[in-house]
T-cell receptor, first 113, second 115 residues
C-alpha cells in the first residue's frame, strides 16, 4: 500500500528566509508525486507534480521540489518565503493513470516578520 | 484552465436530515471523480471513487448507504450525506482529472456542519 509521511507538523520561518518541507513516500512502483497548498477553509491548489524526467521540478509561486528515489523523498523548497505563503502544505502520491491520491498529514507553515 | 467547482461551499443541517453536495467539472469531461473528507487540522482521506454511469467504489470503512454518490453525467458528481449526525461534520472535497496534461484538479471544498 502506498503511504506518505510528512515528518514536520508545524514549521515557523521568518519572512525572506529559505524553506524546506519534507516528504517521504512508500510506493511499490514509480510514484506520481504532488505538492498541494491549502489556505484556511479553502480547497487545494496544485504547486507542482512529478512523474518522470528531470528530478528537480519547478512549480508555481517560486516553489520547487526534488525527487530522490534513493531516499524515497520529494521535499519542497523555496529560497525566500513571503507572508502569503503561510498555509497548510500537503504531499501526495498516486499511480500514473490513477487519479486516486494518498495524502500526507500535512505541514502547517507559519511566517513571522 | 480546467476548473472543478463544488456547491454549496457551506451548509448547516439538522441531525437526521440529508444534504447533497455537488461537484462539477466546468470545462472538461470527467469520467471519474473522487470524494475526500478532511477533519479539522487533519489530512484528506479518500472516501470513494465516483464513476460516470456506474456505481461508486467506496474505500474500506466508508458507509456506502450513508454517503450516496451519483455520477449521472460527465461533468457532475453528487455526494449525499443521509441521516446526518454531528460526527459527519467535516470538510468534503472532490477532485477530477482533465485539462492540459491530465492534471488533477480539486474543488473548493464544502463545509458541512450538522447540528
Amino acid at each position: 500500500a502506498q503511504s506518505v509521511t510528512q515528518p514536520d507538523i508545524h514549521i515557523t520561518v521568518s519572512e525572506g528566509a529559505s524553506l524546506e518541507l519534507r516528504c517521504n513516500y512508500s510506493y511499490g512502483a514509480t510514484p506520481y508525486l504532488f505538492w498541494y497548498v491549502q489556505s484556511p477553509g479553502q480547497g487545494l491548489q496544485l504547486l507542482l507534480k512529478y512523474f518522470s524526467g528531470d528530478t528537480l521540478v519547478q512549480g508555481i509561486k517560486g516553489f520547487e521540489a526534488e525527487f530522490k528515489r534513493s531516499q524515497s523523498s520529494f521535499n519542497l523548497r523555496k529560497p525566500s518565503v513571503h507572508w502569503s505563503d503561510a498555509a497548510e502544505y500537503f504531499c501526495a502520491v498516486g499511480a500514473f493513470g490513477n487519479e486516486k491520491l494518498t495524502f500526507g498529514t500535512g505541514t502547517r507553515l507559519t511566517i513571522i516578520p | 484552465g480546467a476548473v472543478v467547482s463544488q456547491h454549496p461551499s457551506w451548509v448547516i443541517c439538522k441531525s437526521g436530515t440529508s444534504v447533497k453536495i455537488e461537484c462539477r467539472s466546468l470545462d472538461f469531461q470527467a469520467t471519474t471523480m473522487f470524494w475526500y473528507r478532511q477533519f479539522p487540522k487533519q489530512s484528506l482521506m479518500l472516501m470513494a471513487t465516483s464513476n460516470e454511469g456506474s456505481k461508486a467504489t467506496y474505500e474500506q470503512g466508508v458507509e456506502k448507504d450513508k454517503f450516496l454518490i451519483n455520477h449521472a453525467s460527465l461533468t457532475l458528481s453528487t455526494l449525499t450525506v443521509t441521516s446526518a449526525h454531528p460526527e459527519d461534520s467535516s470538510f468534503y472535497i472532490c477532485s477530477a482529472t482533465g485539462g492540459l496534461g491530465n492534471t488533477i484538479y480539486f474543488g473548493e471544498g464544502s463545509w458541512l456542519t450538522v447540528v
